[in-house]
Nanobody
Framework: QVQLVESGGGLVQAGGSLRLSCAAS????????MGWFRQAPGKQRELVAA????????YYTDSVKGRFTISRDNAKNTVYLQMNSLKSEDTAVYYC????????????????WGQGTQVTVSS
């Protein structure tokens, strides 16, 4: 399985931006679909965005469409989440995850997970 390490989280004011990175090692990065999930206190973990192996297909949950952009650089074994116009409701721990399934929207098919990075948006 691939190992994943997230970075880039932090504290930002509402309306600000952050870019999360997830570096992969120990596997063939380009063979995995990648997803960014988040979990806020007291809430279930949710899929925020996902990207296909080659990077040509993406998915976004409705609440982040137009504000977040997922991308990947297979040469650098890294997936990114650019987050703009951040809102207080975006506050959560963000996780990246890898799947070898084509069903990017199904959480149970993500077999490798990072440790998470905290994003806090102050209003």
């Amino acid at each position: 399985q691939v190992q994943l390490v997230e970075s880039g989280g932090g504290l930002v004011q509402a309306g600000g931006s952050l870019r999360l990175s997830c570096a992969a090692s120990g596997g063939t990065f380009g063979s995995y679909g990648m997803g960014w999930f988040r979990q806020a206190p007291g809430k279930q973990r949710e899929l925020v965005a996902a990207i296909t192996k080659g990077g040509f297909g993406t998915y976004y949950t409705d609440s982040v469409k137009g504000r977040f952009t997922i991308s990947r650089d297979n040469a650098k074994n890294t997936v990114y989440l650019q987050m703009n116009s951040l809102k207080s409701e975006d506050t959560a721990v963000y996780y990246c995850a890898a799947t070898d399934s084509g069903l990017l929207q199904v959480e149970k098919f993500y077999a490798s997970w990072g440790q998470g990075t905290q994003v806090t948006v102050s209003s």
